[in-house]
Protein backbone atom coordinates (compact mmCIF):
# COMPACT_ATOMS: atom_id res chain seq x y z
CA UNK A 1 0.00 0.00 0.00
CA UNK A 2 2.76 2.31 -0.25
CA UNK A 3 4.40 4.73 -2.97
CA UNK A 4 7.13 5.22 -4.47
CA UNK A 5 8.93 7.56 -6.85
CA UNK A 6 11.26 6.60 -9.11
CA UNK A 7 13.33 9.17 -11.01
CA UNK A 8 14.71 7.65 -13.98
CA UNK A 9 12.76 4.39 -14.00
CA UNK A 10 12.76 4.55 -18.40
CA UNK A 11 15.81 2.27 -18.43
CA UNK A 12 18.57 0.65 -16.34
CA UNK A 13 19.11 0.86 -13.32
CA UNK A 14 15.36 2.75 -12.44
CA UNK A 15 13.20 0.69 -14.65
CA UNK A 16 14.23 -2.69 -12.50
CA UNK A 17 14.33 -0.85 -9.42
CA UNK A 18 10.62 0.39 -10.51
CA UNK A 19 9.89 -3.58 -11.82
CA UNK A 20 11.21 -4.68 -8.35
CA UNK A 21 9.39 -2.03 -6.31
CA UNK A 22 6.07 -3.05 -8.12
CA UNK A 23 6.42 -6.71 -7.76
CA UNK A 24 6.64 -5.76 -3.77
CA UNK A 25 3.26 -4.30 -4.66
CA UNK A 26 4.10 -0.71 -4.06
CA UNK A 27 2.41 1.55 -6.62
CA UNK A 28 4.80 3.49 -8.23
CA UNK A 29 4.97 7.02 -10.01
CA UNK A 30 7.36 6.54 -12.72
CA UNK A 31 9.33 9.76 -13.93
CA UNK A 32 11.82 10.15 -17.03
CA UNK A 33 12.77 12.24 -19.94
CA UNK A 34 11.30 9.94 -23.00
CA UNK A 35 7.90 9.38 -22.03
CA UNK A 36 7.31 6.04 -24.67
CA UNK A 37 9.83 4.29 -22.43
CA UNK A 38 7.80 5.35 -19.63
CA UNK A 39 4.62 3.74 -21.13
CA UNK A 40 6.70 0.55 -22.04
CA UNK A 41 7.56 0.84 -18.23
CA UNK A 42 3.84 1.79 -17.08
CA UNK A 43 2.70 -1.53 -19.56
CA UNK A 44 5.62 -3.77 -17.72
CA UNK A 45 4.32 -2.59 -14.29
CA UNK A 46 0.67 -3.32 -15.12
CA UNK A 47 1.43 -6.77 -16.11
CA UNK A 48 2.70 -7.57 -12.86
CA UNK A 49 -0.24 -6.17 -11.41
CA UNK A 50 0.83 -3.27 -9.83
CA UNK A 51 -0.11 0.47 -10.43
CA UNK A 52 1.72 3.43 -11.73
CA UNK A 53 1.24 7.10 -13.32
CA UNK A 54 4.29 8.68 -15.43
CA UNK A 55 5.32 11.98 -15.16
CA UNK A 56 7.50 13.16 -18.33
CA UNK A 57 10.37 15.29 -16.78
CA UNK A 58 14.25 17.03 -17.02
CA UNK A 59 15.63 16.01 -13.49
CA UNK A 60 17.91 18.79 -13.92
CA UNK A 61 15.07 21.38 -13.64
CA UNK A 62 14.06 22.33 -9.70
CA UNK A 63 10.54 22.94 -11.54
CA UNK A 64 9.81 20.07 -13.14
CA UNK A 65 10.99 18.33 -10.13
CA UNK A 66 8.28 20.43 -7.96
CA UNK A 67 5.62 18.82 -10.40
CA UNK A 68 6.66 15.82 -10.08
CA UNK A 69 6.02 15.73 -6.35
CA UNK A 70 3.07 17.39 -6.61
CA UNK A 71 1.92 14.83 -9.10
CA UNK A 72 2.60 11.87 -6.87
CA UNK A 73 0.72 13.32 -4.17
CA UNK A 74 -2.29 14.09 -6.06
CA UNK A 75 -2.48 11.08 -7.41
CA UNK A 76 -1.69 8.61 -4.88
CA UNK A 77 -1.22 10.57 -1.70
CA UNK A 78 1.86 10.02 0.74
CA UNK A 79 5.01 9.11 -0.89
CA UNK A 80 7.10 6.56 0.93
CA UNK A 81 9.86 6.01 -1.12
CA UNK A 82 12.15 8.68 -3.26
CA UNK A 83 14.49 6.77 -5.80
CA UNK A 84 16.52 9.60 -7.88
CA UNK A 85 18.43 6.48 -10.31
CA UNK A 86 18.90 9.44 -13.07
CA UNK A 87 22.01 9.93 -14.28
CA UNK A 88 24.37 10.17 -17.77
CA UNK A 89 27.73 10.93 -18.53
CA UNK A 90 29.34 12.65 -21.77
CA UNK A 91 31.15 9.92 -23.95
CA UNK A 92 34.16 11.68 -23.87
CA UNK A 93 37.48 11.67 -22.10
CA UNK A 94 37.96 14.26 -19.32
CA UNK A 95 40.51 16.55 -21.32
CA UNK A 96 37.45 16.58 -24.60
CA UNK A 97 34.81 16.98 -21.82
CA UNK A 98 33.34 20.53 -22.44
CA UNK A 99 31.87 22.83 -18.97
CA UNK A 100 28.70 22.68 -20.98
CA UNK A 101 28.33 19.02 -20.69
CA UNK A 102 30.48 18.95 -17.23
CA UNK A 103 26.96 21.21 -16.39
CA UNK A 104 25.14 18.73 -17.40
CA UNK A 105 26.55 15.78 -15.81
CA UNK A 106 26.02 17.39 -12.68
CA UNK A 107 22.40 19.18 -13.06
CA UNK A 108 21.06 16.00 -13.87
CA UNK A 109 23.26 13.67 -11.51
CA UNK A 110 23.04 15.49 -8.34
Known sequence: ??????MGA?????????RT???AGMTVDLVGHHQ???EDTAAAIAGLGARSITVRA?????GEMECVA??????FGEVSLLCN????GPFASTAE??????????????
Do not use: C, F, P
Open 58 to 62: DVSKL
Open 10 to 18: SSGIGLGLA
Open 1 to 6: GKTAVV
Open 97 to 110: TTMAQWDWVLSVNL
Open 85 to 88: TAGV
Open 36 to 38: ARL
Open 70 to 75: HEAARA
Open 21 to 23: LAR
